[in-house]
């Protein structure tokens, strides 16, 4: 008999999580908690559809989606596996780590976050709870900056707020004549990072503080960012589990646009005689991106659309 075994890094000690009706002291439903029950082995088809289920009941949109990455997660089965053979029991291992996931996920935690990578450009990352969750739309900086490194002989970057390293890897990676630098101000996101740089074979530099203050007497021909961009108090800040994101990493705690004058203000001492400055921001943050740009000095600048027509980059040049 076939078994489908566990291969995530550690195994849980919960049951079976459902879910429960919670009464208030007049004795009306009020709401709803997850409880948990000895764990037993299903199959892979039976736990497919109790997922679902429990994170459709719980509000999760991509419900069919989460449950079935998270058995690939925990079995090292593929979706034909799941498809061709619902019937193979799930070893108990993984149904315990199973079942933990699907509570946690039950929640509004990041699926990136329980199984610790996400793919970004056709590339597995790792990533934390230290670091955001890569996301399509920052495609676009990353092929802004492809075209703006193109036909320079070894050109010198760096990446500003890298996170998890997803900008810089992927440029050192596409364009491996370049020479490639990053900055973030959390030594674990860094840690992060370099792990993923390690695991991808590119050739990075790393460095560990504020903006541009490792980079003293530095010069570049482009610099890239992806900054904190979302306003303090913004309702988004609660919705699709960002409230489970590095809150530094997603907000300035002003306006939304402190971090990136800090960035437009700074940058001119660090680029060379017609480098780019390049940075992702907010749909609503493209014509303020362009000023702060022109007050600076910059000249051509532009914003530029995400794959949806939302205006998600601005840059210029000296």
Known sequence: M?????????????????????????????GFFIYFERSSVQSLGENWRRGQKLLAESGIES????????????????????????????????QQVFDEFLARRATGEPLAYLTGEAEFRGRL??????????????????DLA???????????????????GIVAISLALECPAATIATVD?????????????????????????????????RCFDLIVS??????????????????????????????????IRRIVAAAPAHLKPGG?????????????????LTAAGFKAASTFPDLAGIDRVSGAHL
């Open 2 to 30: 076939n078994v489908a075994y566990c291969r995530a890094p550690f195994v849980a000690t919960v049951g079976l999580p459902g879910r429960r009706r919670r009464y208030n002291q007049n004795g009306r439903v009020d």
């Open 125 to 142: 990352f790792q990533v934390s709870p230290a670091v955001l969750i890569p996301r399509p739309e920052t495609e676009v900086l990353i």
């Open 63 to 94: 419900a069919r989606l989460d449950t079935r990455l998270l058995l690939e997660y925990v079995s090292g089965c593929r979706y034909t596996d799941l498809l061709m053979s619902p019937e193979t029991p799930l070893a108990l291992p993984a």
């Open 276 to 292: 780019w400055l390049l940075f992702e921001h907010g749909y609503d943050q493209g014509a303020a991106s362009r000023n702060l």
């Open 185 to 217: 101000l959390s030594e674990t996101a860094i840690s992060v990072a370099r792990n993923n740089a390690g695991r991808l074979g590119a050739r990075v530099e790393f460095h560990v503080g504020d903006w541009f203050g490792p980079l003293a007497g």
């Open 146 to 164: 492809l075209e703006k490194l193109r036909g320079l002989v070894a050109p010198t970057v760096v990446d500003l707020g890298t996170g998890s």
């Open 226 to 259: 992806n900054p904190p961009y979302v306003a303090a108090g913004d309702p988004h800040l609660a919705l699709n589990g960002l409230s489970h994101e590095p809150q530094m990493a997603l907000t300035d705690g002003a306006d939304g646009l402190d971090c």
